[in-house]
């Protein structure tokens, strides 16, 4: 029997994670987030989201198992920020230059990475109810 703690950090966290996911793919599609939306590049940053699903279904939804599918969203995210702000082509395509790939992105991490705790929070309520 789950707990009202455990409800409300799950919802929480699932809050958080859909969140993350519609306002990546909300930013990408109206301006992009590496120049403009149409720019090729932009393509990983759905991708991010795609894994984050794919990751929530392995884990079949369960608090523990979810709370490491954000932990690996946002190393994915790291990831793909990393590689697009090293790229030669980032700073002639962006305005802000590779910094602003860096900041957009550690924000989603960020994101990625409250999702994670609350889901843990979850998973631990769960574990001393039941």
């Excluded at 990546?24 to 989201?49: C, H, K, R, T």
């Amino acid at each position: 029997m789950s707990s009202r703690k455990e409800k409300t950090f799950y919802r929480l966290g699932a809050a958080v994670a859909f969140g993350a996911a519609l306002l990546q793919i909300w930013m990408n599609l109206a301006v992009g987030i590496v120049g403009s939306e149409d720019n090729p590049v932009n393509q990983g940053f759905y991708l991010v989201v795609a894994a984050a699903a794919a990751c929530a279904f392995t884990a079949r939804l369960s608090a523990e198992g979810m709370a490491r599918a954000m932990v690996a969203t946002a190393g994915l995210q790291a990831l793909l920020a990393l590689a697009i702000a090293t790229a030669p082509s980032t700073a002639r395509i962006e305005p802000m230059g590779a910094l602003g790939v860096l900041v957009l992105s550690g924000g989603f991490v960020v994101l990625w990475l409250i999702s994670a705790l609350l889901f843990h929070q979850a998973a631990r309520a769960s574990q001393t109810t039941g």
